[in-house]
Every structure is written in C-alpha cells, then in structure tokens.
C-alpha cells in the first residue's frame, strides 16, 4: 500500500489553554498546515489499573506524511501528559486543493 500524502493526527489535553498552545506551536513551526480544537469532551480511560473520567480537548492535526516526525516531536515535547494520545490517521481522499495547501504549508 503507498504511504498517504497527508495525515489527520489526533491527541487530547486537559484546558482550552494548553490546546491551543499546542495548536499554535504545531501551525508555527510548519510542522501542520491547520489544527481544529474541539471540547470539552469526556474521555473515560483505563490508567495505572483504574478507570478514570475526565475532561479534555481534542485537537485534530493536517499534515504531510513527511512532517508527521516533526510534528509527534514537538507534541512529545510541549504535552503536558506523561503518556499522551498521539494518533495518525490516513487521509485516503480529499479535495486536491485543500491537500496541496496542506502540503504547501507543512513544506520545511
């Protein structure tokens, strides 16, 4: 299978703050085109032998296939979480525009 062009990657924090901190660092530094927040949401997880409810924010990334390293580097650096969600998701489709912008925006 051939390695999609672009990527949806996902992860979650704890404050509106610290999401659109991590947003804004992702977007700056090139590393995604774009970054949409969306919360609060309840995220309900097993952790160290215990289920646990809480409330997060999830920020959803576009970028490249190429920049994807650059980008898990930077949330792994700037997270707040020891363990945190880092999830890339295929883009198999899309309008040709929109994921040449992506492209155009996540190029170092």
Not at 14 to 28: I, N, P, T
Not at 42 to 55: F, H, I, N, P
């Amino acid at each position: 299978m051939e390695t999609p062009a672009c990527l949806a990657v996902l992860t979650t924090t704890d404050s509106a703050d610290g999401a659109a901190e991590l947003a804004r660092g992702a977007v700056a530094g090139r590393f995604a085109a774009c970054a949409q927040i969306s919360g609060p949401v309840t995220s309900v997880y097993r952790w160290r032998g215990a289920v646990e409810t809480a409330v997060e924010w999830q920020i959803q990334f576009k970028t490249s296939a190429a920049r994807y390293p650059d980008l898990e580097a930077h949330l792994r650096a700037a997270h707040g979480y020891e363990t945190p969600e880092i999830v890339a998701v295929p883009v198999v489709a899309g309008g040709a525009d929109y994921l040449r912008w992506v492209a155009e925006e996540t190029a170092p």
